[in-house]
């Protein structure tokens, strides 16, 4: 058996050999003749999964260790019998501590208290119900947007897209992308809606480049209609658009569900459904040796600081946006380095907090984001 496997995938190495050859290569290189004879690939979002990829291969199995799956053809996959899979909720961890982060720096820019204001959140899966748990534990009034759900579970949880355009001070988007059909995503974000946005939102975007319009996007930030914007996804990644660059609050190359732990977590779904599928009897393999940053224990004396000011400690003590922006806006360029290079990061739950604090409900949310104290 043969597998290709993107060099960039992180704590895989090794996990495969026992049963296959296995073949290391950067997205860009895995190309139709290399993939003629594989039997099986595991990706990323960068490799195009398509006829013009696949088409005369032996290929029987996709394993993208990533949520999103747009970079496959599953149309093509599923009449040509290629069984693909994806990592749902791999990294949704990752994206709350970077919505975490980003929300605490505007707060902190901005001069507002999160309890004052309303989220609005545009899709509800398992990013964005984990995105709302965060922003009740921030203390912020939350609107949920998800067509697919209301529909399935009733509207009672939901609400419809104009109200939340009409009362949201902040709008975080969390959808797939989907190009056409009843819940087409691409350019959902477009001048209508920025139109209809009536409290001059600030817009966080870290789930695809292509739900947000980029020209309705800046035309709205220079007119005021939207107040800030923090950017993740890019419409044509890694070419991205420089005066859209310029005009928001916050820029980061796509590394939004960076962590380590998300990483490790796309790995292990990964391996796991390759080995059921080619029946491998690795189906629990769990990644090793995931790398700490050099100190995992957090000091917060909180005395006469309010739970905002002791949240946002913790928060950035653990991971701070403003880095991540430092490093895009010094060298665009290298927007597929800094993804490939990106420093180590991990979530919530590998801190320890060591607290000098009275502040009883401030305990109380630290514990609720995961950290240990």
Excluded at 175 to 189: E, Q, S
Excluded at 263 to 268: D, F, R
Aim: proline letters at 4%; a neutral charge.
């Amino acid at each position: 058996m043969k597998i290709i496997i993107d060099d960039k995938i992180p704590y895989i190495k090794g996990a495969l050999e026992p049963f296959a050859e296995v073949v290391y290569l950067s997205g860009d290189r895995t190309t139709p003749e290399i993939v003629k004879d594989a039997d099986a690939l595991i990706t990323r979002t960068r490799t195009n999964c398509n006829a013009q990829l696949l088409s005369g291969s032996s290929v029987k199995f996709i394993a993208t260790a990533t949520i999103g799956f747009d970079h496959i053809d599953t149309e093509y996959c599923d009449q040509s019998g290629i069984t693909w899979t994806n990592a749902p909720g791999c990294n949704s961890k990752s994206v709350v501590q970077y919505i975490a982060s980003a929300l605490v720096v505007l707060a902190d820019k901005k001069g507002f208290q999160l309890k004052d204001k309303t989220i609005g959140i545009i899709g509800v899966g398992n990013v964005g119900a984990k995105v709302a748990r965060l922003c009740e534990i921030l203390g912020m009034k939350v609107l949920l947007n998800d067509p697919p759900r209301a529909r399935a579970e009733g509207k009672k949880a939901f609400v419809e897209l104009d109200e939340l355009l009409e009362k949201a001070d902040i709008i975080t988007l969390h959808v797939p992308l989907y190009m056409d059909g009843t819940d087409k995503t691409f350019h959902l974000a477009d001048e209508a809606f920025f139109k209809a946005a009536k409290k001059n939102p600030i817009i966080i975007n870290s789930c695809r480049g292509e739900v947000t319009n980029t020209e309705a996007l800046k035309t709205a930030l220079k007119s005021g209609a939207v107040s800030g914007a923090v950017i993740d996804c890019w419409e044509n990644e890694p070419l991205l658009d420089r005066e859209l660059l310029n005009l928001v609050d916050l820029a980061t190359p796509h590394i939004a569900g960076y962590s380590r732990d998300g990483k490790a977590n796309g790995t292990n779904m990964s391996i796991r459904a390759l080995s059921k599928f080619f029946n491998l009897g690795i189906n629990n393999w769990k990644c090793s040796n995931v790398e700490f940053p050099p100190s995992i224990d957090i000091y917060i004396d909180g005395t006469g600081k309010s739970t905002q000011q002791i949240l946002t400690e913790a928060i950035l003590s653990t991971y701070d946006i403003w880095k991540d922006d430092l490093r895009l806006r010094e060298s665009v360029e290298t927007f597929e380095k800094q993804r490939g290079d990106y420093p180590v990061r991990r979530e919530f739950p590998a801190f320890k907090v060591f607290c000098k604090i009275s502040n009883i409900k401030a305990i109380h949310k630290l514990n609720q984001l995961g950290f240990k104290l």
